[in-house]
């Protein structure tokens, strides 16, 4: 334990360095002869747990040192334990309003050394757990904050689109049926335009027109689907959780992709390599399944997007791995890609709302966001990721059996 501390003795006698560095032997010790020094080695990327300060040195006094010390917001956090043969008083005072926190004076015992920087080391370490509490205390409560004006701004934003949403619906539908129903008013209307229902029909054939409408009718459903969950978001309703095949998901997901002719043209999508291993008897899930459906499907699509935008030196084929397995009283969901990865900076902030790596045309930084409250707030799970810049990234869905 006490290996994870390092010190760093700053004297400018080195029969006293040996000597205080025998007494902590059990530390990681380094040692210099000045405070100009010190401060180096102080700001640089190693810096020491706690730092024992002679005062009277060449050049940079002990006090100069902890006044830069503690002005600076990198290194203030650092225990100086002066270690100094001027007697008590105003000099000990002067130490403390510079910002030290004890004095040893010399001569010493080693197990006055020992036992005062023990103590003060036990106490940084406490007050680093304290600060890294806060600090994730406060990363939680700005991402409710972030999800509570998400939740308000998507209700507001569901209701206007929702509008003109249904008439798209509504509208292809009525133009599917007046190009292909034989329908007297569309019998009458092709005969004042010269031509016959049949001869439309079979343009509408020839161009393939319906694979178009039925694209469009999917892909405006699918819109409406994601706005009806985020509404639901927003209300804060439960949500209702039955019996589901994840396997039956998983591929309804990669059904959806297909049929999304933009995005299998923009992405390739069709030349993606899908490799299945699905534990067997796998057992059903208490979920909703449109929900867990958009997940898949927004997870399985910034992927392709990764591995699209992504060119391989090595010629590689972009592939997706699926796995469906039981660990304890959970269900595993992994899909994995072999796409550009991740650094560690981006896979700390994926899951905020609105972080997004992508351009402004193709994310809102949203997605993965709403992902991780649909497993977490909607079905108790938990959602991991793991990525190794040119080797890909893996997500883990953690859902508990029914």
């Known amino acids: 334990m006490n290996g994870e501390f390092s010190i760093l003795i700053v004297d400018d006698t080195p029969d006293m360095i040996d000597t205080l560095g025998e007494i902590l032997k059990m530390y990681l010790i380094r040692a210099v ?77 080693p197990a006055t050394v020992l036992a005062r920087v023990q103590t003060h080391l036990e106490l940084k370490r406490h007050h680093d757990h304290l ?33 003109p949403l249904s008439a798209i619906l509504s509208n292809i539908q009525i133009i599917y049926k007046r190009l292909t129903e034989n329908y007297p008013k569309n019998q009458l209307a092709a005969k004042k335009c010269n031509t016959t229902l049949d001869t439309i029909k079979a343009y509408v054939e020839e161009r393939d027109l319906i694979t178009s409408f039925k694209s469009i009718s999917a892909s405006a459903e699918r819109m409406d689907r994601i706005l009806h969950n985020m509404l639901t978001f927003s209300r804060k309703s439960e949500p209702k959780l039955e019996p589901n095949n994840l396997e039956d998901l998983l591929e309804k997901a990669i059904e959806l992709l297909t049929d999304d002719r933009a995005f299998v043209k923009e992405t390739n999508f069709n030349d993606i390599v899908i490799h299945r291993e699905y534990c067997a008897s796998m057992p059903k899930i208490s979920c909703e399944p449109s929900r867990m459906e958009q997940v898949f499907l927004n997870i399985l699509k910034n992927g392709t997007q990764a591995m699209a935008d992504y060119k391989r030196k090595n010629k590689e084929k972009p592939q997706f791995t699926l796995r469906l397995k039981k660990q304890d009283a959970y269900v595993l969901v992994e899909i994995e890609d072999n796409g550009p990865g991740m650094n560690k900076t981006t896979q700390k902030r994926i899951f905020e709302p609105f972080f997004t790596t992508k351009s402004i045309k193709k994310g809102t930084g949203l997605g993965l966001s709403i992902c991780e409250t649909i497993i977490k707030e909607n079905h108790n799970g938990s959602l991991f990721v793991e990525s190794n810049i040119g080797k890909g990234t893996k997500f883990t869905i953690k859902l508990p059996m029914i």
Request: with cysteine; aromatic share 6%.
């Open 131 to 163: 600060e890294e509490l806060v600090k994730e205390r406060t990363n939680q409560l700005i991402h409710a904050d972030r999800l509570a004006t998400l939740g308000s701004m998507t209700a507001s934003v569901a209701h206007e689109i929702r509008n």
């Open 33 to 109: 002869t000045s405070g100009e020094k010190a401060l180096k080695l102080a700001f640089g990327e190693k810096q020491p747990d706690l730092i024992l300060l002679d005062i009277v040195m060449p050049g940079i006094s002990g006090f100069e040192v902890c006044r830069i010390l503690k002005d600076h917001p990198k290194t203030k956090n650092i225990p100086v334990i002066f270690i100094t043969a001027i007697d008590k008083g105003q000099d000990e005072v002067k130490g403390f309003q510079y910002g030290a926190v004890d004095y040893i004076t010399k001569p010493f015992s």
